[in-house]
Nanobody
Framework: QVQLVESGGGLVQAGGSLRLSCAAS????????MAWFRQAPGKEREFVAG????????YYADSVKGRFTVSRDNAKNTVYLQMNSLKPEDTAVYYC???????????????????WGQGTQVTVSS
């Protein structure tokens, strides 16, 4: 298991950008597939973006394709989510998640992931 801590959330106007970070503890971070999920008030948690253990495979929800970019730095035990052209509907608590996997399967279900951060709030004003 890894422990995850998100940061970088905040309040931004529509059309603006934010960069979320997720710092992981442990020496085996590079063996984990990482993902970002989000949950808006009154809605279920939904998949946003994922990245394979070595960064070779990246995948996104249709709602964020072309606007969000996921990346990782295994030397720093950190995964990032660059969010551009933000919309009010992107407002949510964003969570980082980890799954022990060195494959390239695109995991998108929250039940696939065993480790979660505490979340960081992103609010986009219109």
């Amino acid at each position: 298991q890894v422990q995850l801590v998100e940061s970088g959330g905040g309040l931004v106007q529509a059309g603006g950008s934010l960069r979320l970070s997720c710092a992981a503890s442990g020496r085996t971070f590079s063996l984990y597939t990482m993902a970002w999920f989000r949950q808006a008030p009154g809605k279920e948690r939904e998949f946003v973006a994922g990245i394979s253990w070595n960064g070779g495979s990246k995948y996104y929800a249709d709602s964020v394709k072309g606007r969000f970019t996921v990346s990782r730095d295994n030397a720093k035990n950190t995964v990032y989510l660059q969010m551009n052209s933000l919309k009010p509907e992107d407002t949510a608590v964003y969570y980082c998640a980890a799954k022990y996997s060195t494959g390239t399967y695109s995991y998108t279900k929250s039940t696939d992931f065993g480790s979660w951060g505490q979340g960081t709030q992103v609010t986009v004003s219109s």
